[in-house]
């Protein structure tokens, strides 16, 4: 029994003996089958980050100076009833252009022409009158020369002539005054423009309290005002002073509308006021405008940028492109290698959607627009150049 027990406890401890050994070289074999699967279990590099570039362009410019403007009619005129009455006929379209002469108006002419031929009646009795007083006077100057009447009767009949003559003028002007307040009973365009809404309805009683009872305005040319400090008048005639540009017909004036557009139709400078506002210290400055399609309104606001001089060469980007943080402006553009770098810029002024940079780029850099927020710098990108405009 207890020979038994040894042989097998020692036949136990050789099997585990050679268990370990065979863990110990089967060990390095599993060791080795892990490092075969770790490349392969690593993740490859996924695709670069896809950006949209734009090529830094040089463009020439000229110095401007921005303002704000009002638009301002060139001619404007109310039209008012000269005279009591009801109103009987409006004879425009409310919004259309009417022509010098045009009737707009007609106000009730019976109680007017009534007074016409009242005061046709008074003259001829006035004139009447006076070749009644003419007859007498002729008659008395016989009689006085014949020493048949006294001298008083033709000094009387001399002085009747003089009323009735002073009769006949009173008449005259009661007439012509007449027929003036008939011919006002019809409200004509003064200027070919085109005409506002009517304030009054046709029926309603109108008089020169009434206000205006519609507006015309001529609105190709039109004018556009603006207020321009002295420090602006004096930095604009130094720099133009040496390029012969101070003559007013050297300025160019561009209306820029209320979509950020530039109006169609360059302005010239127009007028440049003789006094100052000594509340603002500005000159009052007037800019005209071609306006055939109606598109600059009269008392509209507008942006007006006056450019003048020399034409100068600059680089522009789109504003969209720039970044800022702590140390200033900047943007990212890409490489020949396709990689992102930083680039610090300086500001010029701005041009609508796209900014001048004064230092920081070249020609021809390519500046990334879209896709800023997925690279970093250094990144290799995959950049898709977009012309400008597009």
């Known amino acids: 029994m207890a020979g038994i027990?040894?042989?097998?406890?020692?036949?136990?401890?050789?099997?585990?003996?050679?268990?370990?050994?065979?863990a110990i070289?089967?060990?390095?074999?599993?060791?080795?089958?892990?490092?075969?699967?770790?490349?392969?279990?690593?993740s490859a590099p996924g695709p670069r980050p896809a950006v949209s570039v734009v090529r830094v362009a040089a463009v020439e410019i000229k110095p401007t100076?921005?303002?704000?403007?009002?638009?301002?009619?060139?001619?404007?005129?109310?039209?008012?009833?000269r005279i009591e009455g009801f109103l009987e006929q409006r004879a425009f379209t409310e919004g259309a252009d009417v022509k010098a002469g045009d009737l707009l108006f007609v106000i009730e002419k019976g109680l007017y022409r009534a007074a016409v031929e009242e005061a046709q009646g008074a003259l001829e009795k006035a004139r009447a009158t006076l070749k009644l007083a003419e007859i007498d006077v002729d008659r008395q100057t016989q009689l006085v020369q014949r020493n048949v009447a006294a001298q008083?009767?033709?000094?009387?009949?001399?002085?009747?002539?003089?009323?009735?003559?002073g009769a006949l003028l009173a008449q005259n002007a009661a007439l012509e005054k007449a027929q003036l307040q008939l011919g006002y009973t019809e409200i004509r365009a003064p200027i070919a423009g085109r005409i506002s809404r009517a304030s009054v309805s046709v029926g309603a009683f109108v008089a020169p309290a009434s206000g205006a009872l519609a507006t015309i305005v001529r609105q190709d040319p039109i004018y556009a005002t603006f207020p321009v400090s002295q420090r602006d008048i004096l930095d604009i005639r130094n720099r133009n002073a040496s390029a012969g540009a101070a003559k007013r017909d050297a300025f160019v004036v561009h209306a820029v509308l209320a979509d950020a557009s530039r109006y169609g139709q360059p302005g010239k400078l127009d007028f440049i006021d003789v006094t100052i506002n000594q509340g603002t210290d500005t000159?009052?400055?007037?800019?005209?405008?071609a306006n055939p399609d109606r598109i600059l309104v009269d008392g509209a606001l507008v942006n007006v940028v006056v450019e003048s001089g020399a034409a100068e060469r600059a680089l522009r980007v789109a504003q969209q492109a720039l970044q800022v943080d702590q140390s200033g402006a900047y943007v990212l553009v890409v490489d020949?290698?396709?990689?992102?770098?930083?680039?610090?810029?300086?500001?010029?002024?701005?041009?609508g959607a796209q900014v001048i940079v004064s230092k920081g780029l070249e020609a021809d850099d390519l500046v990334i627009t879209e896709g800023i927020q997925k690279v970093r710098p250094g990144q290799v990108v995959e950049a898709t150049e977009v012309k400008p405009g597009a």
Do not use: N, Y
């Not at 009619?73 to 109310?78: L, S, T």
């Not at 009767?153 to 003089?162: E, F, K, M, P, S």
């Open 5 to 22: 027990g040894i042989t097998g406890a020692f036949a136990m401890r050789h099997a585990a003996h050679a268990s370990g050994l065979a």
């Open 25 to 42: 070289f089967l060990m390095p074999l599993a060791l080795g089958g892990c490092d075969q699967g770790g490349p392969a279990s690593r």
């Open 65 to 81: 100076h921005s303002f704000t403007a009002r638009v301002e009619a060139k001619d404007k005129v109310e039209l008012r009833a």
């Open 152 to 165: 008083a009767v033709l000094d009387q009949v001399t002085a009747r002539l003089g009323e009735a003559r």
């Open 283 to 289: 000159v009052l400055v007037r800019a005209s405008f």
């Open 336 to 351: 020949k290698e396709s990689k992102v770098r930083v680039r610090r810029v300086e500001l010029g002024r701005g041009l």
